[in-house]
């Protein structure tokens, strides 16, 4: 299973048709514009995370419409398949949202998911044990693996701007996160810079460790993202699922065991690595904000100063703050 978690493609083969009866949600706007009613939502998903939260929370009762599951093994492909109008929705981490928003794709931002722990960590940089590294400091002209693009590139740059090291002190090596974690423990890099669960995996199963990073980081998980299409056409069925979304989410928050199980079950990971994941995704679904907005301007902004971008560019094209949560 684990070579199952670290695939960069897309994973059909958990796909199922989720279907009940019931009513249209107002809970997000205040009334709906369209009825959810004979409506299919292709939902992209990144190895269960969304929907095992929302089958555990019991919030796949009482659908109105059709939720149809698209399982990925990261956001790249996720975003890709939403470009190429594969799938309706999809959730995805801020730092792989920035690239894909480079393209200017027909989509939009409509929910954020912000941390409610200050000591949260969605992204961390491993090193081996023995390696005497400790702080971001020790890996000035090192090599660290990253996935382009990702969270655990982003986390690596955001912990040199937070030293005031420069942004080309470390040699980035763009590996897979099976090949990145593969690459650490064979002494091929210094580092790895990847997100949850394979921090935990690579602290409770491989002998790795995080070097130190300031509390509150990463300024933010995600986004819940929409085709425009979906949008303007399934509007009713996207409000209702935010709402589901969020309310799964506050029962992760107060049931972290029973989703850590559930998490498991359905990926395969061994439960202490499940329970960390929940630990370290402590975040609440919010509505876009300004603030949200300016967040992804200035991880835009760092990412074209690193050169990894061509250049910075506009971000607010992407956002949609009709979604608001009026509960």
Known sequence: ????????????????????????????????????????????????GLQTLL????????????????????????FEAMNAGAIDAGIGGDAPFVFFLASKPPVQAIAALNFTSPTAQAAGILVR??????????????RVAVVRGSSGEYVVLAALRAANIPLDAV?????GPSDGMTAL???GVDAWGTWQPYVAIGELHNGLQAISLPNGLIEGVGFIVATNAAIQNKQAALQD?????????DWAATHPNDFAA???????????????????????????DDERIASVQKLADLYAEATLLPKSF?????????FQNNA
């Open 262 to 288: 559930a998490f498991a079950k359905d990926t395969g990971v061994p439960l202490d690595v499940a329970q960390s994941y929940a630990a370290n995704n402590c975040y609440a679904v919010v509505p876009i």
């Open 314 to 322: 506009p971000v607010s094209f992407a956002f949609n703050k009709t």
């Open 241 to 249: 699922f935010l709402t589901r979304f969020g309310k799964a989410r």
């Open 171 to 175: 040699n980035f090596i763009y590996l």
């Open 185 to 187: 423990l064979n002494g």
């Open 1 to 48: 299973m684990l070579n199952e978690l670290t695939k960069n493609g897309s994973t059909l083969s958990r796909r199922r048709m989720l279907q009940a009866s019931g009513s249209c949600s107002a809970l997000l706007v205040a009334g709906c514009k369209k009825s959810s009613q004979n409506v299919t939502l292709t939902v992209g998903d990144q190895k269960g």
């Open 55 to 78: 089958e555990q929370s019991g919030q796949l009762s009482n659908v109105d419409y059709t939720i149809k599951w698209a399982q990925f093994g990261a956001a790249a492909p996720l």
């Open 129 to 142: 044990s023995n390696s005497g590294f400790q702080t971001i400091h020790d890996l000035i002209g090192k």
